[in-house]
């Protein structure tokens, strides 16, 4: 007989199934072989793909490149836009005063809300919840240039103050925790110099978009592009992960899940709070921390928007971010050097802070009695790239503000990042951080709208820098050689409760 013939010389499913359903499964099972030996079937092929993609994006510099293309597209872009000088108006009160709003509601936000929040709701929650009003506040813009309607400008900035808080809690977290000690240098810098280039980038799009205007306002094709950039930006934050998904990443373990009245997780969120901020060493850093942007109001409109053109605006503008890429590059380089401990590289970055703010300032201080000698003479917002003897000074010396921003910033982030490796504390001492610059940067902006003088500006600016660094030596005086979070994380309430991400990723 033929073996075809023999029952029994048929796999046992197509004796039971038939010919037809046989040869089938038949093909399905060889077809399984066949994957089975080029590594397995489809479904462990796509298994493994995707463990290797959860593997990769529970990377540390993974998450540290995922938040920098995030500030790329939303805060990145934002500086593109108020880098215009006015946010790209004739008349910069509007965007001034809506600076005031963003910066106030900011402050409080950061100071109150924001750590906590990221501690109860992690990353991912935190900055989708806020990110959104980034585009929204550009898209004020473009209703106002069609329809004049400044109030919608002030309440998107206030919106923004409490969306920018929550992003910029989530950045500073992730930047000054996610990695060791010896490679917080290099991720601050690898952050200031994606962050930055999304200004850039922007302020040359910007350049471009309105070249030969004659008007002294921006396209709306402009607002129409930022707010495409900051809406795609703000979408990449479904991607983050929880501290406790990074691989060597030191946070408090969770304790597990348990109903607690809303008072109870207050209180213990305000105690431990307290417990992280209320110390000499954070005292000493208060006035670094309010000193951080009390000068972009200054340099944006007294400095950029009343001394240069339109399109030379958008120019500068460009310069100034990617001064800030070189600028974080460096000092990120700097803090990070192998040859030198920690308290060796905490004085030397002091040392260059100190001594670039005395140069820096001054040069500041020389084009400010030049500027006022033009404005005198009714010279306003006329300096153009093209005419090089005129704009070669005050456009190098712009560019160098940007640089020392970014240096300024870079050390302050570092310094926090001595303080502690678990992300959780690091949430409360940024939002310290942030809550105080945007305290000191609304009041300088209301200085702004009230129109006091450029050089009463410049003085006050200069003096704070200056003082603030005399200030938060002791500090750097006594870095450790490394941070011990043992025996001083917050305490094991602050996490009752919690819902991170971990249990929704």
Same mark, same amino acid.
């Given at each position: 007989?033929?073996?075809? #013939?023999?029952?029994?010389? &048929? ?25 089975? =030996? ?33 500030? &790329? ?41 924001? =750590? ?7 990353? #991912?929650?935190?900055?989708? !919840?806020? =990110? ?40 500073? !977290? ?9 490679? %917080? /240098? ?21 350049? +471009? ?10 396209? *709306? *094709? ?24 990074? #691989? +060597?990443?030191?946070?408090? $373990?969770? $304790? ?17 709070? $307290? ?14 921390? &309010? ?40 000092? /990120? ?11 060796? #590289? ?15 300032? +001054? ?12 404005? $005198? ?8 790239? %093209?005419? *090089? ?13 940007? !640089?020392?921003? !970014? @240096?300024?910033?870079? &050390? ?21 951080? %942030? +809550? @105080?610059?945007?305290?000191? /940067? ?64």
């Amino acid at each position: 007989m033929a073996p075809w #013939r023999n029952r029994d010389s &048929f796999p046992s499913f197509m004796a039971a199934k038939g010919p037809v359903s046989g040869i089938q499964d038949l093909h399905v099972e060889t077809v399984n072989r066949v994957h089975v =030996g080029r590594g397995g079937s489809p479904w462990e092929v796509a298994s493994r793909a995707k463990s290797t993609l959860c593997r990769l994006r529970g990377h540390p510099w993974s998450q540290i490149l995922l938040i920098s293309l995030i500030c &790329f597209c939303c805060p990145g872009m934002y500086n593109a836009l108020t880098g215009l000088g006015g946010c790209g108006q004739v008349d910069a009160t509007v965007a001034a005063n809506a600076t005031v709003a963003l910066l106030s509601t900011m402050a409080v936000t950061s100071l109150f809300i924001a =750590g906590p929040l990221f501690a109860w709701a992690g990353p #991912r929650i935190s900055l989708m !919840a806020g =990110g959104w009003t980034y585009a929204l506040y550009s898209g004020s813009f473009l209703n106002f240039n069609r329809t004049g309607n400044g109030a919608l400008v002030i309440a998107s900035g206030a919106m923004l103050g409490v969306g920018a808080s929550l992003l910029w809690i989530v950045q500073g !977290a992730i930047m000054t925790s996610y990695v060791d000690e010896s490679r %917080k /240098g290099r991720a601050i810098a690898i952050f200031w110099v994606v962050f930055n280039l999304g200004g850039g980038i922007g302020s040359l799009a910007s350049f +471009g978009l309105n070249y030969g205007s004659g008007k002294g306002t921006v396209s *709306s *094709s402009t607002y129409v592009a930022l707010m495409i950039v900051m809406l795609f930006g703000w979408s990449l934050g479904l991607l983050l992960y929880s501290p406790e998904r990074v #691989r +060597g990443t030191k946070t408090t $373990a969770p $304790a597990p899940k348990a109903a607690r009245p809303w008072h109870r997780i207050i209180i213990d969120v305000a105690r431990n709070s $307290a417990r992280v901020l209320c110390t000499w060493r954070v005292a000493c850093m208060l006035p670094l921390f &309010f000193s951080a942007n009390v000068f972009y109001s200054y340099q944006q409109n007294s400095v950029n928007g009343d001394t240069f053109n339109i399109h030379t605006r958008s120019l500068n503008g460009a310069f100034y971010w990617l001064a800030q890429m070189g600028g974080g590059l460096f000092i /990120g380089l700097i803090l990070d050097l192998p040859c030198l401990g920690r308290r060796g #590289r905490a004085r030397l970055g002091w040392s260059i802070a100190f001594v670039f703010g005395l140069i820096i300032w +001054g040069g500041g201080y020389q084009f400010q009695l030049w500027q006022n000698d033009r404005l $005198a003479r009714g010279q306003r917002q006329d300096v153009d790239f %093209k005419d *090089s003897a005129l704009a070669a000074g005050p456009m190098t010396l712009y560019t160098f503000y940007g !640089a020392y921003d !970014a @240096l300024w910033q870079a &050390f302050a982030y570092w310094l926090i990042g001595t303080e502690s490796n678990d992300p959780t504390r690091a949430a409360i001492l940024v939002g310290a951080y %942030k +809550g @105080l610059q945007a305290a000191g /940067g609304s009041i300088a902006w209301r200085i702004n709208a009230f129109s006091v003088s450029s050089m009463t500006e410049l003085a006050m600016n200069w003096g704070l820098c200056i003082g603030s660094l005399l200030v938060v030596l002791p500090v750097v005086w006594t870095v450790s050689a490394s941070s011990d979070d043992e025996g001083d994380q917050p305490e094991r309430g602050f996490d009752e409760g919690s819902k991170g991400d971990g249990t929704q990723v």
